[in-house]
């Protein structure tokens, strides 16, 4: 279980700035075991930081964040992968030199068999066969390394697993493998919980409680039904914000002739 | 076979090519400057040259899929090893060959040695050269290898030289010659650790003379702590040829690197690239693999090593 205690972010508003600005705004927040919770919300309301918090990359200013009864807020990235927390980035990085084996096998924590191998590859929707010996570097597309940061996270099999926007920049028919993924891993119900930022609404609708975060701030939760209305209405514009009329448009003739 | 290798020559020539006891096919293993055994095979013949310190390597037209094992080690301080081994390697080969050089030095006087390997490359043959330079030992005499690499290559001939240097020589300058005629292809690459006061100086020079002719320089490095490396590779185009010329490196601590790639071209339809890069370790690489339970100085590590891979 997770509980997240009035946990506040702030960073300097300018580079060497006094002032400060609140990316996360006391914020307390409770994921049991076998949860599967989406985190929703507008840009830069905070999700990706919420989520780093969550993995050590960022300190709080202030708060706890407490793992299944132990306080780990000042534990570092490294103390808290060992006890469970696994971390999906949004913007993967890359490896020059190190093959895609190498990686899922580190992330695993043990030489991994082909076999194995090939089924965290399947999972998100890559053929091992070409990927294996693959380098994870600036060769592979945008969307085929997304594909294999998903599938270190799997590979490592952590207690609670956060992904940061898993579908960006993957295809529709990778995004459909991989929301059955989801959907298998929480329905296996084996302890393991899930937490994903996301905007999908498919994704959403897997979830048991769905987290909606503006400004830094808990603004709603619930389960998909109660809150998709809602999120359908957010979705069409931000309030209070006026369309201005599209300039009309100079059409010249299209001669016919040539 | 009654040999003796201690446990250090042993050790030596599992980390610069990687056999244990006497490797089969042909091979000559050079210990402080003398020959500890040597084999011919049917088609490859390893004979003392009479000129100069070294063998030559003779091998014969259309050899196949044989390996050619030459290692060096050095144990005695105070040594300064030269050799020339020069390879005569006739047409249509496809061959392997496992050079490479190990320095054991508990003393504090030096030890060196100094590496001239030249390659005959006869008319479509293809070569892999590997080539390990390694040293250690708790002395504070300094361990230095020089080696030079000369390449000729015949029409259609490709060959594939992999340099290797981690770790352990306290000082070096590699001097690489090529010369390649019609559609000979070269890939040559170089790859270096250096760390505490150590200096590496890689001069490269490939002349691209026939037409169709390709080479790709691929260098790799790592500078520690207060390191210093210098590459200098050039390719020339005197035909209708392509060169590429990649130096990436890693900079860490006060390390110093100085990566100074070159192209020449005397024709029209020469096609050459360089591009070079020095860097730091990117910080989202350390914390992805922190990530994954990896402590900062494993994921350094295991970082630095795969980019040598």
Redesign the interface.
């Known amino acids: 279980m997770l509980e997240l205690k009035n946990l506040v972010f702030e960073v300097p508003v300018n580079e060497g700035a006094v002032e400060t600005k609140r990316i996360i705004d006391d914020l307390s927040l409770t994921i049991g075991d076998d949860r599967f919770t989406v985190i929703t919300g507008p840009n830069g309301g905070g999700k990706s930081t919420l989520a780093k918090l969550i ?1 050590g ?1 960022e300190k709080p200013t202030s708060g706890q964040i407490i793992f299944n009864g132990e306080d780990i807020t000042d534990l ?3 103390e808290r ?2 006890l469970g927390i ?2 999906g ?1 949004q ?9 895609v084996k ?1 990686l899922l096998e ?2 695993a ?1 043990r030489k991994l068999p082909m076999l194995a191998c090939n089924e965290y590859l399947a999972k998100v929707g890559l053929c091992s066969a070409t990927y294996l010996t693959r380098e994870v570097d600036k060769s592979l597309s945008g969307g085929e390394v997304k594909r294999i940061e998903i599938a ?1 996270i799997l590979a ?1 099999d952590p207690k609670l697993a956060i992904y940061d926007e898993p579908e960006a920049g993957i295809d529709l028919w990778s995004f459909d493998r991989l929301t059955e993924t989801f959907r298998d891993i929480h329905e296996a119900r084996d302890g393991r919980s899930i937490v994903i930022i996301s905007h999908q609404e498919r994704i959403i609708q897997l979830a048991d409680e769905v987290v909606l975060l503006r400004e830094g701030r808990i603004s709603e939760t619930g389960t998909p039904e109660q809150l998709m209305p809602k999120l359908g209405f957010t979705a069409k514009g931000v309030p209070g914000c006026q369309l201005t009329e599209p300039t009309a448009l100079h059409l010249t003739t299209i001669p016919t002739t040539c | 076979m009654a040999v003796d290798l201690s446990p250090i020559d042993e050790n030596l020539l599992a980390a610069i090519a990687n056999i244990h006891g006497m490797p089969n096919g042909a091979f000559n293993i050079r210990r402080n400057g003398e020959l500890v055994e040597r084999h011919s095979s049917a088609n490859i013949e390893i004979a003392t040259k009479t000129d100069n310190p070294g063998i030559d390597i003779t091998i014969a037209p259309g050899t196949k899929g044989e390996n050619v094992f030459i290692p060096v080690i050095v144990t005695q301080s105070g040594l300064k090893d030269v050799v020339y081994n020069t390879f005569y390697i006739g047409d249509n080969c496809d061959i392997t060959i496992i050079a490479g050089c190990g320095i054991h030095n508990d003393s504090h006087k030096g030890s060196q040695h100094d590496g001239i390997h030249t390659f005959y490359i006869g008319k479509n043959s293809r070569i892999k050269y590997i080539e390990k330079h390694y040293g250690e030992g708790t002395g504070t005499g300094e361990r230095v290898l020089n080696p030079v690499t000369n390449v000729y290559m015949e029409e259609n001939s490709y060959c594939e030289m992999e340099l290797t240097q981690l770790r352990g020589v306290t000082s070096t300058l590699r001097d690489t010659v090529a010369e390649l005629k019609e559609n000979a292809k070269l890939i040559l690459t170089e790859k270096l650790l250096t760390h505490d006061d150590q200096i590496a100086t890689s001069n490269m020079k490939i002349d691209l003379v026939g037409d169709g002719s390709s080479v790709q320089v691929i260098s ?1 490095s790592v500078a520690q702590d207060n390191s210093k490396q210098i590459f200098n590779p050039l390719v020339t185009g005197s035909a209708a040829c392509h060169g590429h010329v990649q130096c ?1 490196a890693i900079i860490m601590g006060k390390a110093n690197v100085t990566a100074i790639p070159g192209i020449e071209a005397a024709c029209e339809d020469a096609m050459l690239i360089h591009e070079a890069a020095i860097g730091k370790i ?1 910080g ?2 350390i ?10 100085e494993e994921a350094e590590q ?2 630095i090593e ?4």
Not at chain 1, 93 to 98: E, L, P, T, V
Not at chain 2, 306 to 309: A, K, V
């Open positions: 993995m990359i570092s990235i490294t992968a060992r696994g971390y980035f913007q993967p990085a890359r490896f020059k030199g190190m093959k190498k580190i992330a924590g270190t490592s | 790799r990436d990117a989202d690489e914390t992805k693999l922190m990530t994954l339970g990896l402590t900062y295991e970082i795969d980019f040598l891979n």
